[in-house]
């Protein structure tokens, strides 16, 4: 069995590889997918109160696929052709790395809060963590900016501002 940690930490890994391969661009507009999407799940919790509607199974999934689709379609967001403002080449692959990694923790982490939140809903198949270096990164998770409003609001607009700073 895999542990929590373990595959953060492997998420993570993943990501960051994808990222030196893609660059720092795309993996900027990936994070303000995750954003988006955020802004996007409080949203509709808010308006539509799942929390009473939704059993916790189906909130997790629900949640889930929201944050994924937002990601799948961050990524997929026409590029702007001409930035010549970033940096290039080999720079520009480590700072995607970075990104990368900066999403592979927000992706997976919101995951794994969601999966905490909904108290694992499929005990045969994913237990709560017991290790004490997953309990300790559980403590860690990216929860905050799912929890506060003004933190998430605040991100939105950071990532706002950036890619009006990127665009002109």
Same mark, same amino acid.
């Given at each position: 069995?895999?542990?929590?940690?373990? +595959?953060?930490?492997?998420? @993570?890994?993943?990501?960051?590889?994808?990222?030196? %391969?893609? =660059?720092?661009?795309?993996e !900027?507009? =990936?994070? +303000? &997918?995750?954003?988006?999407?955020?802004?996007? !799940?409080? +949203?509709?919790?808010? !308006?539509? *109160?799942l929390?009473?509607?939704?059993?916790?199974?189906?909130?997790?999934?629900? *949640?889930?696929?929201?944050?994924?689709?937002?990601?799948?379609l961050g990524?997929q967001?026409? $590029?702007? *052709?001409? /930035?010549?403002?970033? #940096?290039?080449?080999?720079?520009? $692959?480590?700072? &995607?790395?970075?990104?990368?990694?900066?999403? &592979? /923790?927000l992706?997976? &982490?919101? !995951?794994? /809060?969601?999966?905490? %939140?909904?108290? /694992?809903p499929w005990?045969?198949?994913?237990?709560?963590?017991?290790? #004490?270096? $997953? @309990?300790? @990164?559980?403590?860690?998770?990216?929860s905050?900016?799912?929890?506060? #409003?003004? %933190?998430? *609001?605040g $991100?939105?607009?950071l990532?706002?501002?950036?890619?009006?700073?990127?665009? @002109?």
């Amino acid at each position: 069995m895999v542990t929590f940690s373990a +595959f953060l930490f492997l998420g @993570i890994l993943l990501f960051m590889i994808n990222g030196l %391969a893609r =660059g720092w661009y795309r993996e !900027l507009l =990936g994070t +303000f &997918g995750i954003i988006l999407g955020l802004n996007l !799940l409080q +949203f509709i919790e808010h !308006l539509y *109160r799942l929390d009473v509607v939704l059993s916790p199974k189906n909130l997790f999934l629900f *949640r889930s696929v929201v944050l994924g689709v937002s990601l799948f379609l961050g990524y997929q967001v026409p $590029s702007i *052709r001409d /930035y010549r403002r970033g #940096p290039k080449g080999f720079s520009a $692959s480590l700072l &995607g790395g970075f990104w990368a990694a900066v999403n &592979g /923790y927000l992706f997976i &982490g919101l !995951l794994w /809060y969601f999966l905490e %939140a909904a108290h /694992y809903p499929w005990p045969t198949f994913v237990k709560p963590p017991i290790d #004490p270096f $997953s @309990i300790k @990164i559980a403590h860690h998770l990216p929860s905050v900016l799912f929890q506060n #409003p003004l %933190a998430l *609001r605040g $991100s939105l607009l950071l990532a706002f501002l950036i890619v009006i700073t990127v665009i @002109i």
